[in-house]
């Protein structure tokens, strides 16, 4: 099993910074793809980056310029650098960790960290 616990929510005014981070334990030498999605209020939960274990990213659009993703794979760790942040990015951040293990596939999720931009 890999568990994902996120850290760095919190409440901020637009055009200010946020990090987040997400620990992995577990079997994370299993872990190929991890990644940040985030779900605003009554909207479906959308990919925000992602990075695989070699060091490829993507982004969505609406936060390419503005957020960083990056990847610790020796501490299975995984972070977001937010800067320029904007109401709009008022979300529950989510981790989430793709692999493979026993020849199965897994994806797993964090519990969700909240990020609230103010005007």
């Known amino acids: 099993q890999v568990q994902l616990v996120e850290s760095g929510g919190g409440l901020v005014q637009a055009g200010g910074s946020l990090v987040l981070s997400c620990a992995a334990s577990?079997?994370?030498?299993?872990?190929?793809?991890m990644g940040w999605y985030r779900q605003a209020p009554g909207k479906q939960r959308d990919l925000v980056a992602r990075?695989?274990?070699?060091?490829?990213?993507n982004y969505a659009d609406s936060v390419k310029v503005r957020f960083t993703i990056s990847r610790d794979n020796a501490k299975s760790t995984c972070g977001l650098q937010m800067n320029n942040l904007e109401r709009g990015d008022t979300a529950v951040y989510y981790c989430n960790a793709e692999g493979v293990r026993l020849g199965r596939t897994f994806e797993r999720w964090g519990q969700g960290t909240l990020v609230t931009v103010s005007s």
């Open positions: 990075i695989s274990k070699s060091g490829t990213t």
């Open positions: 577990g079997f994370t030498g299993s872990i190929n793809t």
